[in-house]
């Protein structure tokens, strides 16, 4: 079982950053594709980007060049981290993981077995 929990969410100013983590608890990345995801009120819960069992990062068109994904394989930890941010930023975000062994990277939910419990990120203008 893999137990993920999110941190570093927050409010920031439109243009500000933010680095989200993702520790996996009890458990190591190894193996696991990774992808976060965020749901802002009354929508749907979306793919930002995420990052293979191989190191391969895949981003929407939203957040290419503004969103970085990395994995520190020592610590178990996924990062998202974020810059140029906007109002339209503002949501839920929540890492996942894939099955063992699953890759490429999934781009919707039902692709992802384990999840965490979400961290709020809010952009004013």
């Known amino acids: 079982q893999v137990q993920l929990v999110e941190s570093g969410g927050g409010s920031v100013q439109a243009g500000g950053s933010l680095r989200l983590s993702c520790a996996a608890s009890g458990h190591t990345f190894t193996g696991h594709s990774v992808g976060w995801f965020r749901q802002a009120p009354g929508k749907e819960r979306e793919f930002v980007g995420g990052i293979s069992l191989t190191g391969h990062a895949k981003y929407t068109d939203s957040a290419k060049g503004r969103f970085t994904i990395s994995r520190d394989s020592v610590k178990y930890v996924v990062y998202l981290q974020m810059s140029g941010l906007r109002p339209e930023d503002t949501a839920v975000y929540y890492c996942?993981?894939?099955?063992?062994?699953?890759?490429?990277?999934?781009?919707?939910?039902?692709?992802?077995?384990?999840w965490g419990q979400g961290t709020q990120v809010t952009v004013s203008s």
């Open positions: 996942a993981a894939q099955g063992w062994g699953s890759d490429p990277v999934g781009t919707t939910t039902e692709e992802y077995k384990y």
